[in-house]
């Protein structure tokens, strides 16, 4: 057969160790460029999530809660405890869980908490509001950590922190909320 | 072609072709992780862009912070004029003794210098306003990218140095600890804070590339008036000499006011809206009237 004219099998046959060779070297390449991603250009993406350019805080403090009263002014009053921390709950809940803008996934936990503490960081509890479900949250669970420098008369600041929290979300759940 | 591959040249040709296959293909893949490589070293379009949406945010909080700042000042700033007689905490004026009960009263006499409550107000407010700015503080933080070691570095070779979030932290807060009144005026019902602009560096800029913010307030002005009214009265009690007109005159202004006789003074409360507090000495001059910009009758 190899000698017939016709056959056009010799090639294989002749050339069989350069073929191989051939075969390996596509077979690589193709692994490399297509599978491993080197012909693939590096993404020159911004993620939003990384980018919280608004501040959510001033507005929510800015809110008017009831007559004459912004929610400024009821966090300092229970700062001085001329108001309750359960008068500042009732206002703000509302408030937070408008931020959570998108259905929750199954099995995730998703809310927004309202944390203040002296300059310091050091934690005011009776000021602090968590959104229900009210979950310990790890540090991993945060995102979109903001934070506002309060103003109180005659006394230092009081840093007031907004955060996501949220447990077994992934990050397409998470963009969008920056 | 059968001929080609049975001949010694195509003995050549096929190890030739894996050979050329070779080196294209890895020419090919050092072109791609050289322009990956380059791509790496740039910032991704936006990112300064970003970074001054993101100091617009820092600017924001400032603002906040300087406009809540304010609305406590001008009412601890009416309250201390109200005690000293419209004139601010440090002052010539002469004063009473402390009691138990109460501070000491300013005596209301030439003593005390021009009378001017509008630019006392101005003093007063610009030094209550100093322990505000110096507790500011800012809680920037910068931008991470995806790699922000390699935008660190990246930052380093090709601007300078790399402003560390602390030392940005750190100029932010100096911006607004240093921030100065440039004009404050009082007109109508509103007085308009205006302070001297700041250059906030920006981010992943270079050096000298600044983003300047001129602060600029709004507040209700405090009503003044009251100061007025209880000059003009004190100006018939000194005509009057006497104390019960004196009385009746500072009552049709202030009628709950509360007002204390002995001798040739009169403590004096206004017991209004403001509470002004002063002791008016019959015998002694009255402050020159430097008021302005405000209603006179």
């Known amino acids: 057969?190899?000698?017939?004219?016709?056959?056009?099998?010799?090639?294989?046959?002749?050339?069989?160790?350069?073929?191989?060779?051939?075969?390996?070297?596509?077979?690589?390449?193709?692994?490399?460029?297509?599978?491993?991603?080197?012909?693939k250009s590096q993404e020159m993406v911004i993620k939003g999530e990384e980018f919280p350019a608004i501040k959510k805080l001033p507005n929510i403090l800015s809110t008017t809660v009831s007559?004459?009263?912004?929610m400024q002014a009821l966090v300092t009053e229970v700062y001085f405890g001329t108001k309750t921390q359960q008068e500042l709950v009732k206002a703000l809940d509302p408030i937070l869980s408008d931020l959570t803008t998108k259905p929750i996934p199954k099995d995730a936990i998703v809310g927004w908490n309202f944390k203040v503490y002296t300059k310091e960081k050091a934690p005011i509890e009776k000021l602090s509001v968590y959104t229900t479900p009210i979950v310990s949250t790890s540090s991993g669970a945060q995102y979109y950590n903001e934070y506002l420098l309060l103003p109180i008369p005659d006394q230092k600041p009081i840093l007031i922190e907004l955060y996501l929290f949220c447990l077994s979300c992934n990050e397409d759940y998470l963009r969008g909320y920056a | 072609m059968k001929k080609l591959f049975k001949s010694k040249i195509g003995d050549v040709f096929l190890p030739s072709l894996v050979i050329i296959m070779l080196v294209t293909f890895v020419l090919l893949a050092m072109a791609f992780k050289q322009n990956n490589d380059k791509r790496a070293e740039e910032l991704p379009i936006g990112t300064q862009a970003l970074a001054l949406a993101r100091l617009n945010g820092e600017i924001q909080s400032a603002e906040f912070y300087l406009e809540i700042s304010s609305t406590y000042i001008a009412n601890s700033t009416l309250k201390t004029l109200a005690d000293n007689a419209g004139y601010p905490t440090e002052n010539k004026c002469k004063k009473t003794d402390k009691t138990l009960t109460e501070n000491p009263y300013i005596i209301f006499s030439s003593d005390c210098g021009d009378f001017n409550p509008e630019e006392n107000y101005k003093t007063e407010f610009k030094k209550n306003l100093n322990p505000y700015l110096t507790n500011y503080q800012s809680y920037y933080d910068l931008n991470t990218l995806n790699d922000p070691t390699l935008?660190?570095?990246?930052?380093?070779?090709?601007?300078?140095?790399?402003?560390?979030?602390?030392?940005?932290?750190?100029?932010?807060?100096?911006?607004?600890?240093?921030?100065?009144?440039?004009?404050?005026?009082?007109a109508g019902n509103t007085q308009l804070i205006t302070f001297k602009p700041i250059k906030y560096p920006i981010e992943f800029s270079s050096e000298d590339s600044y983003y300047e913010q001129e602060f600029k307030l709004k507040l209700a002005a405090p009503n003044l008036n009251s100061y007025q009214k209880l000059y003009n009265s004190l100006v018939l009690c000194k005509t009057k000499k006497n104390n019960p007109e004196c009385i009746l005159a500072i009552k049709t202004e202030f009628p709950d006011a509360i007002i204390t006789e002995a001798g040739n003074t009169l403590k004096i409360n206004t017991n209004s809206e403001m509470s002004i507090k002063l002791v008016f000495d019959v015998s002694k001059e009255l402050p020159p009237n430097k008021i302005t910009g405000f209603e006179k009758e």
């Open chain 1, 67 to 70: 007559e004459n009263q912004t």
């Open chain 1, 1 to 39: 057969m190899l000698k017939t004219k016709k056959a056009g099998f010799g090639l294989p046959i002749v050339a069989l160790h350069s073929l191989a060779i051939l075969g390996l070297l596509i077979i690589f390449f193709s692994f490399y460029f297509f599978v491993l991603g080197g012909a």
């Open chain 2, 151 to 186: 935008a660190k570095t990246i930052y380093n070779y090709i601007i300078g140095s790399y402003p560390s979030e602390t030392s940005l932290k750190t100029i932010y807060s100096n911006k607004i600890n240093s921030l100065e009144i440039k004009e404050h005026k009082l």
